[in-house]
T-cell receptor
């Protein structure tokens, strides 16, 4: 069964600092991987996805993530945090054979201080 | 183009009652997914409908049910409500199960008192 582990339920950074949110997956075959962001009282918005093309994936709002098969990781980064980045971030995995459902990690709340 | 829309935004029910949540997918999308986001439990997959049929179901009791209509909109019904059913219910849609991207609605906040 697929699963996703997000290390750190809360991550605090200063505005302008590097953002690094960690995600490790467990799957028998390389899956599809996603990062979603959720602002308070909102639904989920797709930041980026990995579906087997380039291992370095660029998303919206300056975020990017790198798929590392050897480490079974898909960490999310952003060079310079902005106050508006404060939100909850979810890593998710789905099967490659058919998009039946997403399996989510427990989420990481990003706090950005001035 | 309109995104995934859910109604109502908020719903308050009494324990033992039934709740009905509605979802309209993005135009052209045939797959609809339901997720529950309960405090402390994270995002849990509930149901997947495609072309009017239930295709997959998460680990939830039978009192969680739903359907998909010919226009691909969907309804989630929760019978015999329990306090633990209080959660944000998110609906998502995709072009089909071979598509790799799902778009989420804003959710329905269900509170059971």
């Amino acid at each position: 069964a697929q699963s996703v582990t997000q290390l750190g339920s809360h991550v605090s950074v200063s505005e302008g600092a590097l953002v690094l949110l960690r995600c490790n997956y467990s799957s028998s075959v390389p899956p599809y991987l996603f990062w979603y962001v959720q602002y308070p009282n909102q639904g989920l918005q797709l930041l980026l996805k990995y579906t087997s093309a380039a291992t370095l994936v660029k998303g919206i709002n300056g975020f990017e993530a790198e798929f590392k098969k050897s480490e079974t990781s898909f960490h999310l980064t952003k060079p310079s945090a902005h106050m508006s980045d404060a939100a909850e971030y979810f890593c998710a995995v789905s099967e490659r054979t058919g998009f039946q459902k997403l399996v989510f990690g427990t989420g990481t709340r990003l706090l950005v201080s001035p | 183009e309109a995104g995934v829309t859910q109604s109502p935004t908020h719903l308050i029910k009494t324990r033992g009652q039934q709740a009905t949540l509605r979802c309209s997918p993005i135009s052209g999308h045939t797959s609809v997914y339901w997720y529950q986001q309960a405090l402390g439990l994270g995002l849990q997959f509930l149901l997947w409908y495609d072309e009017g049929e239930e295709r997959n179901r998460g680990n939830f009791p039978p009192r969680f049910s739903g359907r998909q209509f010919p226009n691909y909109s969907s309804e989630l019904n929760v019978n015999a409500l329990e306090l633990e059913d209080s959660a944000l219910y998110l609906c998502a849609s995709s072009l089909g199960h071979k598509n790799t991207e799902a778009f989420f609605g804003q959710g329905t906040r269900l509170t059971v008192v």
